[in-house]
């Protein structure tokens, strides 16, 4: 077939490996545009779509989590399919979407961690905040992880939006907790947690800190826990004064004044927990013999770099916080695709403007592109995703529009579920997510919970298998 895709006869074919919301968004502006006909095909290597929306978002972050609404309407669109349980590089490999696919879309997201480089990282104790997130959602890779909840006090490194959510799940009640749709098993664990001071350190100051207003606020309003920040922790450096005095940035302004008044507020004896914060403070040293036992810290200054970033530098203050856990939050981390190019330094797939390229002839690789986390880094929130994914796709169409494509063998959906059943892949279609859906309401709804997730890979296909069984 020659003639150019994107016509009834011969639809512009595009799978997009991922389904989170950098994804969901690619397929939305490819169902826009009005110049083609397209066919998605969606793949996950989880039965569950969503991402980050179902294994990141803080379980007490319902409102953010009601974004599905807006991917389930475009996977209800007759050009979508959804192949949930496909793992990309062995269940369908690079070499199979080129014999399937006119363009391929990876919005794969950051799927690992960034390391601190410090003495005692890998102690038993130690962990990444990537794999709490992921146990307390329900992941089915991290659902047997095991933290050590009975220690009474535990560090959290980073003060962005991640180090909050940890430091808040760590904190909350069990009544606010079983509330939200946290895995039964993290409900269980939390309850039972003995965690009753939570340091959270940043390495910089009150003005330059990540986290936004929300998620600051809301550490103020716990039911069990108090914030605690010593007065002199918000007396802002000269530098940061200045900076403040000449922005315009509201998210940094609102975040230092919430954080003087925390810094005002008396000490509420009524509540058991405790999260205490620490600025201008980074850990050096990660201290015990078996287990994590203590964390060495310094205290930082601020410089002007020669951009004008205000960074942090040690200075030669030093001291010890007895903690029996530490969960570094400082970014997530893209990993390497088979068959794709990947840039190790930033974790990233190299781009330009989302077409993928070679990294070291900056030559693009025809008919393949990159959204979301995988194609900028780990930033910005869920809606950052929709204008980013937006600019790939007319970078797609351009290409379309100038002949520059895929020349597969066997552009459809058929061939595709041919070559999956040819493998035994137990794929998950849209309609079987939806019954899964179902599935985890119903058994929420019976214990009064929004929903009860099912974290193991093959419970979930039983699930559904059992449902269309009953439903036949
Ligand atoms: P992030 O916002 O980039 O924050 C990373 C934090 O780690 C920063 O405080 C950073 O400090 C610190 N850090 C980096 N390297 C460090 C080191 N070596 N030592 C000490 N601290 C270090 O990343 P994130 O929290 O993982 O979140 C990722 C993205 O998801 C963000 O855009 C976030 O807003 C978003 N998110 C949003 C929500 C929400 O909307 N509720 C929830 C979760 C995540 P510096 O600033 O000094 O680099």
Redesign the pocket.
């Known amino acids: 077939m020659t003639a150019k895709p994107g016509t009834s006869d011969n639809p512009l074919r595009v799978a997009i490996i991922g389904s989170g919301p950098s994804g969901f968004y690619a397929a939305e502006a490819l169902q826009k545009q009005k110049d083609y006909v397209v066919e998605i095909d969606m793949f996950d290597r989880l039965p569950t779509p969503y991402g980050l929306v179902r294994g990141?978002?803080?379980p007490d972050?319902d409102k953010?989590k009601s974004v599905t609404k807006v991917y389930d309407r475009i996977a209800q669109k007759p050009n979508f399919r959804f192949y949930g349980n496909v793992e990309f590089g062995t269940d369908i490999t690079h070499d199979d979407l080129l014999q399937h696919y006119h363009q391929v879309i990876y919005a794969v997201g950051a799927q690992t961690d960034?390391k601190?480089g410090i003495p005692g990282e890998e102690l038993l104790g130690s962990h990444p905040a990537t794999e709490f997130v992921a146990w307390y959602n329900g992941h089915p890779d991290y659902r047997d992880y095991e933290f050590d909840l009975t220690q009474e006090a535990a560090v959290v490194?980073?003060?962005?939006?991640?180090?909050m959510?940890v430091a808040r799940i760590l904190a909350r009640s069990y009544n606010e907790l079983v509330k939200t749709d946290i895995a039964d098993y993290a409900l269980e664990a939390l309850n039972n947690s003995n965690v009753k001071r939570i340091y959270v350190?940043?390495?910089?100051g009150p003005a330059?800190?990540?986290f936004?207003n929300p998620?600051i606020k809301e550490l103020g309003e716990m039911e069990e826990s108090e914030i605690i920040i010593g007065p002199d922790e918000v007396d802002l450096d000269p530098l940061s004064q200045e900076y403040l005095d000449n922005t315009d940035d509201r998210k940094d302004i609102r975040n230092v004044e919430i954080l003087k008044e925390y810094a005002a507020r008396e000490p509420d004896a009524s509540k058991p927990k405790q999260i205490i914060m620490h600025f201008l403070t980074?850990p050096v040293e990660i201290i015990g013999t078996d287990r994590v036992e203590a964390v060495k810290i310094v205290k930082n200054e601020l410089y002007k770099n020669e951009k004008g970033v205000l960074r942090?530098r040690a200075t030669d203050q030093t001291r010890t916080i007895e903690a029996g856990l530490v969960f570094r939050?400082?970014?997530?981390r893209g990993v390497p695709l088979p068959g794709v190019p990947f840039r190790e330094d930033w974790g990233i797939i190299p781009n330009e403007d989302g077409r993928v390229i070679i990294m070291d002839t900056k030559e693009a690789v025809i008919g393949e592109y990159v959204v979301g986390w995988i194609k900028r880094g780990?930033?910005?929130?869920i809606g950052t995703n929709k204008p980013d994914s937006q600019d790939t796709v007319r970078i797609m169409l351009d290409d379309l529009g100038n002949d520059i494509h895929l020349k597969p063998t066997e552009p459809s959906s058929d061939a595709v579920e041919k070559l999956l059943g040819e493998r035994n892949v137990r794929y998950v279609s849209y309609e079987d997510w939806q019954l899964l859906d179902k599935i985890e309401q119903e058994r929420g709804e019976a214990i009064g919970r929004p929903r009860l997730k099912l974290s193991r890979v093959d419970e979930m296909l039983d699930a559904i298998e059992e449902r269309k069984r009953q439903e036949a």
């Not at 350190?201 to 910089?204: A, H, N, P, Q, T």
């Not at 939050?329 to 997530?332: A, I, L, R, T």
């Open positions: 990141g978002v803080a972050h953010i960034r601190l490194v980073g003060i962005g939006n991640v180090a959510d350190l940043g390495r910089r330059q800190a990540a936004t998620e980074s942090p939050s400082v970014g997530y780990p930033s910005g929130v």
